[in-house]
Nanobody, 128 residues
Framework: QVQLVESGGGLVQAGGSLRLSCAAS????????MGWFRQAPGKEREFVAA????????YYADSVKGRFTISRDNAKNTVYLQMNSLKPEDTAVYYC?????????????????????WGQGTQVTVSS
């Protein structure tokens, strides 16, 4: 049974930093691309960042580019999201997701419907 468990969320002041982790089990981690999405109250889920199965390719939403960094440790079956210079508009529940190897990943990494497994989410709240 596949499980994705996020951690590291919390309350932080604007300008601060948080590091989210997502520990995966029940799958061959190195065969999955990983993504982070977020959903704020009353809004649709939106793409934040993604990383290829090898870790060689990373992708970011324009709203977080230059502030967030996605990385992965295949030996630990874990993907990370380092979030710096946080803004109140970053407040949301953050979800990690896993997607099987795909030849179209570089064209569809930001589409939630192509991801196969999801975590339960972790709350990030940024106060002004």
């Amino acid at each position: 049974q596949v499980q994705l468990v996020e951690s590291g969320g919390g309350l932080v002041q604007a300008g601060g930093s948080l590091r989210l982790s997502c520990a995966a089990s029940g799958l061959t981690f190195g065969s999955y691309a990983m993504g982070w999405f977020r959903q704020a109250p009353g809004k649709e889920r939106e793409f934040v960042a993604a990383i290829s199965w090898s870790g060689l390719s990373t992708y970011y939403a324009d709203s977080v580019k230059g502030r967030f960094t996605i990385s992965r440790d295949n030996a630990k079956n874990t993907v990370y999201l380092q979030m710096n210079s946080l803004k109140p508009e970053d407040t949301a529940v953050y979800y990690c997701a896993a997607r099987r190897v795909s030849s179209t990943f570089d064209r569809s990494y930001n589409s939630a419907r192509y991801y196969d497994y999801w975590g339960q989410g972790t709350q990030v709240t940024v106060s002004s």
